[in-house]
């Protein structure tokens, strides 16, 4: 049996020293070396196959930050690993203490197209894989023609439009070997829930930045604008997802999504969960109250559902475990999951054609705060998020 990790890490704002990233933000020569020996801890401590970065402003910074945990994982090996004179070194505790380097590893780069001049930086995603890629990468960013979301009224004749041409940060997807399957991962960082506010023309800044004249509505108009263009980018990913799922691929999907599992925009990016039963429901074209689905077409709509649903590992690990609370992120007393890893039905040992399944999933969370020692270093040069690993085994081909 074959077994693989993967993780999701968002490193928050990784970028070299003395580099304004956004408007008078950046690192001290001390505060970047302390920040990469942290991130380095990081890995050294998930030491997974696959990683999926997000807000990486530099490929540089990223290449350093895995040297050094190249260099701190082997110091490891050295001191906690036994020798070959040692009769006990096979032991499987010592397996799972062995830090593997990344050294011939393939990483792939995905800058953001609006990354702009010092402050007005823009971050981009990456992913790592020991496991190498059996494709080269490609990037979803920039739709070329803009897609329109149609809107109806209720009374009217127009509703509208949302458009969306661009995404606010790309998406990267991958296809990895692993074993004798080739696995399609996607990586993302969808839209935050950061207002977003339209400065007029002329103006030095959108008029609800200015919080000494709080516009609460004009703010929440702007946190609607964020939660729609989140919505519309985990829509743009699902029909990424689908490309990839109707071709019989499995997939994984991590990231963070800024958003709990439960929110819309999460929901759209896993798809529906299928009912209990069809059968009662009355038919789309029915003409009498008496017409319902029947139950062959009740198993073909929930085959139909359950072959492009996706499943949350944290989910699965909370069933698995009875442990009831896994998060992310914390911010101002509230903990949350807006991290995921999502697995297609492939990984899902209740599907009859699975190739493997989650055997464990963690979360490195110790280190988060909830913002109310503003002036830790934590809270400034850790990351902000919770980094987490889903361990997945696969099943052997049959003979």
């Excluded at 895995?66 to 032991?91: F, M, S, T, V, W």
């Excluded at 995921?340 to 990984?347: D, N, P, T, V, W």
């Amino acid at each position: 049996m074959t077994e693989f990790t993967i993780a999701s890490f968002n490193v928050k704002n990784l970028i070299g020293a003395d580099k304004e990233y956004y408007k008078f933000q950046s690192y001290t020569p001390e505060e970047y070396a302390w920040k990469e020996d942290w991130l380095a801890d990081q890995l050294v401590t998930l030491n997974a196959d696959v990683i999926g970065f997000q807000e990486i402003f530099e490929e540089d910074a990223l290449r350093s930050t895995i040297a050094r945990a190249d260099r701190n994982g082997a110091e490891n090996n050295a001191e906690a690993l036994p020798g070959p004179d040692k009769r006990y070194r096979k032991r499987a505790i010592f397996q799972h203490l062995s830090y593997g380097a990344y050294t011939d590893a393939a990483l792939a780069f995905a800058p953001n197209i609006h990354d702009g001049e010092a402050g007005n930086r823009r971050p981009g995603v990456a992913i790592l894989s020991r496991l190498g890629f059996a494709e080269d990468p490609e990037m979803i960013q920039d739709l070329g023609t803009p897609f329109k979301i149609p809107f109806q009224t209720f009374g009217g004749d127009e509703g509208g439009f949302f458009t969306i041409q661009k995404l606010s940060r790309p998406i990267l997807k991958v296809r990895v070997p692993i074993g004798d399957e080739v696995v399609t991962v996607f990586n993302c960082h969808l839209k935050s829930k950061l207002g977003e506010f339209i400065r007029p023309d002329g103006a030095e800044f959108a008029h609800e930045s200015d919080l000494t004249n709080y516009d609460p509505v004009g703010r929440a108009l702007g946190a609607a604008r964020a939660a729609m263009r989140r919505m519309a980018e985990a829509w743009v990913l699902r029909g990424a997802i689908i490309g990839e799922l109707r071709q019989g691929r499995p997939v994984i999907v991590l990231g963070d999504l800024n958003d709990s599992e439960n929110a819309v925009s999460s929901e759209i990016i896993s798809g529906e969960v299928p009912f209990k039963n069809y059968a009662w429901m009355l038919r789309h074209d029915a003409e009498h109250r008496a017409d319902r689905y029947s139950d062959a077409e009740s198993a073909q709509i929930t085959e139909d559902i359950e072959s492009v649903r996706l499943h949350s590992a944290e989910r699965l690990f909370v069933k698995k475990s009875l442990r009831d609370m896994v998060y992310t992120s914390a911010f101002g007393g509230i903990y949350e999951s807006i991290d995921q890893i999502l697995m297609s039905r492939h990984f899902i040992p209740d599907w009859a054609g699975h190739i493997g399944e989650m055997s464990y999933f963690s979360v490195l969370n110790d280190h988060l705060t909830d913002g109310s020692h503003p002036e830790a270093p934590y809270n400034k040069l850790a990351s902000d998020h919770g980094q987490i690993m889903a361990t997945i085994q696969l099943r052997r081909a049959p003979k």
